[in-house]
């Protein structure tokens, strides 16, 4: 066997021999692929807030720039600047508009919380059946406010009225009340409608804050000879004030925005005596056709519900 035979194998250079270098490149990490995967997820979400908030937000403070009145055509939106916010300054009514508007935000905040406050401090006290009248205060959160409104106002009715009949029978009125139609009765037969629909959530959440409150407390009070009154004053009351501070907030956002109370009561009238603010941007824009006019009165309607809103959150994230 000759040398020839075997054959030696080719030596390489170092250089060849090396694997081609790689780029290492970093991945997303664990906690950054979460935070994606999140927003991709609600991507959807922004989408259909967009469309449904957004854009009508957008749309209602632009055209309160502008003069558009549906009488002189659809193509008739022209950029007026603060013509409209002007308009509604110099409105003869303005003053009448914004004395409703206080005294409805006023009425309808406290009066409910009032009745709530009464019912819970109740209810918290051990009675016979307590399950039953604590379900049945809640019936009227349960009916929807259209249908209160509307039945309220076929009991106020001044001629086939069940208040007005009954009052009769009962021999404590001779002639049929308007409680719609007249001044001294209009505010006080309002309120009660909205203290019948609004006072079962500020019930609910008054009555929770009482539970919280620890029994020895009371006790304690009782041994040193404190009074009902002194222990509500100095143990109630700072036990659920948080609670009521937010529930004041609230009722006054609700009642600033509210439209359907008042609107399927009165209408805002007897004329212009019971027109608040949310019912105003209806008959602008609805009845009379005024669509600049009335976004105008809309955003300034929003941008003072805003102020209440951003008192509202920092109070929550502080109690929080």
Known sequence: MTSSTFSTPDVLAPSECAPPPTTHRRGLSFRQRDTLQGYLLLIPSFVFIGLI???PLVRSVLLSLNRFKITAGIDSERFCGLCNYISLARDPYLHIYV???????LGATFLPILLALALALLMNQELRLRWLWRAVILIPWMMPVATSALTWR????KQWGLLNHYLKLSGL???????????AWLWPSIFLVAMWMWFPYNYVALLAALQCIPSELYEAAKVDGATP????WYITLPGIMPVLSLLTILGAIW?????TTIYLLTQ??????????APL?????FRYLDLGKGAATGVTLMSISLIFAIIYIRRSQTEN
């Open 173 to 183: 009125i001779s002639e049929n009340v308007g409680f719609l139609t007249e001044r």
């Open 255 to 259: 009642s600033m925005n509210d439209f």
């Open 268 to 277: 805002g009238g007897p004329g212009v005596d019971s027109t608040t603010m």
């Open 154 to 157: 076929w009991i106020y009715d």
């Open 229 to 232: 009154l002194a222990s509500f």
């Open 99 to 105: 004395r409703n508007q206080a005294v409805w935000v």
């Open 281 to 285: 941007v209806y008959n602008i824009s």
């Open 53 to 55: 908030i957004g854009y």
